[in-house]
């Protein structure tokens, strides 16, 4: 018995079931995509850094842009998908280049495809040899016969699609995907609710719960914690069904760029909503990130708009350094960080005040909004 996996549309993240459908599990999630996105945005900045500067008007406007690579909607580029597909040696090569027209091998003889128009992202995949349209927006997955499959490319392209085949990381050779799920417990790999039988795609049937030993897996907790409709949540410390573990990564990500997250705030949202909020606290998160890495010169004493900080680096040592207080708070991590060169990939936390109290929530405020002129900071690796 072969069974196929459909995740249904959730917010904007078709890539992310792009993704899932073409591997045939629930392998990402929108913070780990957000993640590579936000590795991406960094590298490209570094590109132009090295190119022309942080001065330079191009620099600038890169900056003011935002992430080229995801918006706060989900919608990723199709960088973070050749990214995320890395991790299992494939990429995606677009069915017009020279390459894929020079290789001369058949469409039906492709493992898979990604399709992709005004946002949209979908997969279309060959399951235990039949062509299978995984786009989230279907109710169910449909066959697509090898006949048929090349009519049906080109009627997308025709259509305004681009159309990426999926190979090998050489991107010389067929992908190979992973396997189909082809015994029950597999079924694991992915939401319940997202698994069909294909013989009972064959036969025209609708439903997809019909018999299904883990219908009741995957329906644990919303993202705010609460009970869904007519179930109870989970309580579980274990790994969870997808939904928790989602919730877990949600709250996570936005408690690193915010300083802590109480899951209450999150009861009167939707589920796009909260995702929204996630993925733009992981944007934010990587600007942070971008400010930590530009550190400003120090401004001469005489300077009006310079102001001394009193700093003990992590490695004990005791400095007095000028910021201009329109700098953000993430650029005096970034010198401690650069001044003490000790942290080894470890986190590093700033406290100020009495009783101290660390400032990571301040870091996107100013140093004069965040009230630290003249302050004494402690920092420590952790």
Known sequence: MVWIYHERQAAALCGQHSLNNLLQRSQFDPVYLSDIARTLDQKELQVIKDASGVDSEDYRSRVRE???????????????????????????????????????????????????????????????????NLNSMLPQPETISHFKLAAEVEAYINAGY????????????????????????????????????????????????????????????????????????SSGDGGGSEDEQLQKALLASMGESSGSVDPSQLQNMSEEEQLRLA????????????????????????????VKLQIRLPNGTRVVRRFKETEVVAKIYGYVKKEDGTGGGKALELR???????????????????????????????
């Open 352 to 382: 100020a005040g009495f009783p101290p109290k660390s400032i990571a929530s301040m870091k996107t405020q100013t140093i004069k909004e965040a009230g630290l002129k003249g302050e004494s900071l402690n920092g420590r690796w952790t």
């Open 162 to 233: 681009s159309v990426f085949c999926c190979l090998d990381g050489e991107g010389d050779q067929n992908g190979a995907l992973p396997d189909p799920a082809v015994e029950e417990w597999e079924c694991e790999r992915g939401v319940a609710s997202y698994w069909w039988k294909e013989e009972d795609l064959l036969k025209g049937k609708s439903s997809n719960y019909e018999g299904h030993a883990w219908r009741n897996v995957g329906e644990g907790m919303r993202l705010d914690g609460k009970a869904p409709a007519g179930g109870q949540a």
């Open 279 to 306: 993925i733009s606290a992981s944007m934010q998160s990587s600007e942070v990130d971008k400010e930590e890495e530009e550190v400003e010169d120090e401004p001469a004493e005489d300077d009006p708009a310079a």
């Open 66 to 132: 935002g992430s080229g690579n995801v918006d706060a909607s989900g919608n990723f580029s199709i960088e973070v998908l050749r990214s995320a597909l890395q991790t299992f040696n494939l990429t995606l090569v677009s069915y017009m280049s020279e390459a894929i027209k020079k290789s001369g091998v058949d469409l039906t003889m492709r493992s898979g495809f990604i399709l992709n128009r005004d946002h949209h992202w979908f997969a279309i995949r060959q399951i235990n040899s039949r062509f299978w």
